[in-house]
């Protein structure tokens, strides 16, 4: 009984730590990828999802890679600033700033996709958007939180 009981905690101890290492994927390697290379890949995407013209994925590039250009400044203006100011909280109008800027760069790139896009191609562009900013993280598979 003792060797059965031994054998069931190893073999929950292995999964445990298997489960554990499988979180750390791609999003965390410590050699990120460029902004050439993140819109070339979310172009191949589209292009994949939305049957793509030659003329369309020409745009979109242009459309991913300014993106991702801006993206990668403006993180690494917060890795700058968080290292010269680690304590500062930003006041109410510094936020609300920042949330009306991100927000004007949304509406922005719906507008261009919308003149990239034809219709439908610019319908399923929105649903497979929508989807992806509501659905749950990996781990949170019950909703409660717990893996």
Do not use: Y
Request: glycine share 4%; with cysteine; proline share 3%.
């Amino acid at each position: 009984m003792k060797k059965i009981m031994i054998a069931m905690l190893v073999i929950a101890s292995c999964s445990a730590v298997a489960q554990e290492g499988h979180r750390h994927g791609p999003r965390h390697s410590e050699d990120p990828l460029t902004p050439d290379q993140v819109a070339t890949l979310k172009t191949k995407r589209m292009t994949l999802a939305l049957d793509l013209s030659k003329a369309q994925q020409e745009e979109v590039q242009k459309f991913h890679l300014e993106n991702a250009r801006l993206r990668k400044e403006k993180k690494e203006a917060r890795k700058e600033e968080r290292n010269k100011e680690s304590a500062k909280v930003l006041s109410a109008d510094e936020r609300f700033s920042r949330e009306s800027e991100r927000l004007d760069h949304m509406i922005a790139s719906k507008e261009k996709m919308k003149k990239i896009l034809n219709e439908e191609q610019f319908e399923k562009w929105e649903k497979a958007i929508h989807h992806r900013k509501h659905r749950r993280p990996h781990g949170d598979r019950d909703g409660r939180g717990r893996h």
